[in-house]
């Protein structure tokens, strides 16, 4: 049988840290950033058309939203205007094809953060509120069993993808 990795399934459980405590279950959901290239089209003598070329390390606004079942405490302490640390930890559950069993498989993702804007939902009777914090991204370092994935600073120039530093070359010129 051929060398099988780990089948990926789902994300099991995660939490949500603020820098002083953990924000026990009161969100449900968190829509992560798009990692969206700002691009610039390229055409004239030597090319037949145009073409658009992502720019290395450029990215369009990084944002995240994390909803809330009901206005809640934690969603003041999101919005303070502050540059604070937010972690998400979760497990993953894999499939090992070898035993036939669920494993586990850490996730950290880490953000420095400021609030953009709160939608403080909807009022209804013996319903949620899901009420809504946007994030603007300032840093976030994406761990996988404490592999990096993607580390991105666009403050010091520093864009990781799998332990490669992408713009390492360029921070030397400038």
Do not use: C, W
């Amino acid at each position: 049988m051929a060398n099988l990795v780990p089948m990926p399934e789902s994300l099991h459980s995660f939490n949500v840290y603020d820098v002083n405590e953990k924000l026990i279950g009161q969100t449900g959901e968190i829509t992560l950033p798009n990692f969206e290239p700002m691009t610039e089209t390229i055409s004239g003598a030597g090319i037949l058309g145009e073409h658009e070329v992502p720019i290395t390390g450029h990215f369009t606004d990084l944002t995240i939203e994390i909803t809330f079942r009901t206005v809640t405490a934690a969603i003041a302490v999101l919005m303070r205007e502050t540059s604070d640390l937010l972690y998400l930890r979760g497990g993953q559950q894999y499939y090992d094809h070898t035993t036939g069993e669920a494993k586990y498989q850490r996730i950290k993702i880490t953000i420095r953060r400021r609030p953009k804007g709160i939608d403080l939902g909807k009022l209804q009777q013996a319903k949620m509120t899901e009420s809504k914090v946007s994030l603007a991204i300032y840093y976030i370092k994406i761990e996988d069993n404490d592999t990096v994935l993607i580390e991105y600073d666009p403050y010091n120039y520093i864009y990781i993808v799998n332990g490669v530093d992408l713009l390492a070359e360029l921070r030397s010129m400038i």
